[in-house]
């Protein structure tokens, strides 16, 4: 301790033969009054401090509760949406692969109808074709026996005089057992 006192007033002294120094006389420099206003400040000001920091500790705690509160809230709703995510994903596929199946099963019955159209569209165009060749057949025929009446009429004209019918007349009379 003496060391630090002889240090001291050596640079008191050097700083009195320059200007600069330390000032190590006590009633001069106001030491005492400043550590009696200190003493006095901590005394007096220390139930004002200490409730003053106690407050503020008071406030930092809570807050700090408040943040573990909110941090464990929005943990619980992280882990709520992170499930409802999960849920929507499998909502999501689920749907994906009804729509898949739905559209197959739609994809299937328009095919099954288109070929059932197709069917009774074949079976209207054989119909109508076999009743158009009915109807063609008749003509036809139609046609023929009217040629082929034409014809004998035409060879009867042709062949028949007025001895052949006289001749044909008495063979149908005769034919019938009567006369006349």
Do not use: P
Request: avoid cysteine.
């Amino acid at each position: 301790m003496h060391n630090i006192l002889s240090l001291f007033n050596v640079i008191a002294e050097e700083g009195a033969r320059e200007g600069f120094g330390i000032n190590t006389d006590i009633f001069d420099t106001n030491i005492i009054n400043l550590a009696l206003l200190w003493a006095v400040l901590l005394y007096a000001g220390s139930d004002f401090l200490s409730s003053t920091l106690s407050d503020r500790q008071q406030k930092i705690v809570t807050a700090l509760q408040e943040a573990e509160e909110q941090l464990s809230y929005s943990k619980a709703r992280l882990a709520e949406a992170e499930k409802q995510v999960a849920q929507t994903e499998t909502s999501i596929s689920q749907i994906k692969a009804d729509a898949e199946a739905a559209a197959q099963t739609l994809k299937e019955s328009i095919l099954q109808e288109g070929k059932k159209d197709i069917e009774s569209i074949a079976l209207k165009g054989k119909s109508n074709i076999a009743v158009l060749e009915a109807n063609v057949r008749a003509q036809i025929q139609q046609t023929i026996a009217d040629l082929a009446l034409k014809r004998v009429v035409s060879k009867l004209k042709q062949n028949l005089t007025l001895e052949t019918q006289n001749s044909f007349i008495d063979k149908s009379i005769s034919q019938l057992g009567g006369t006349v």
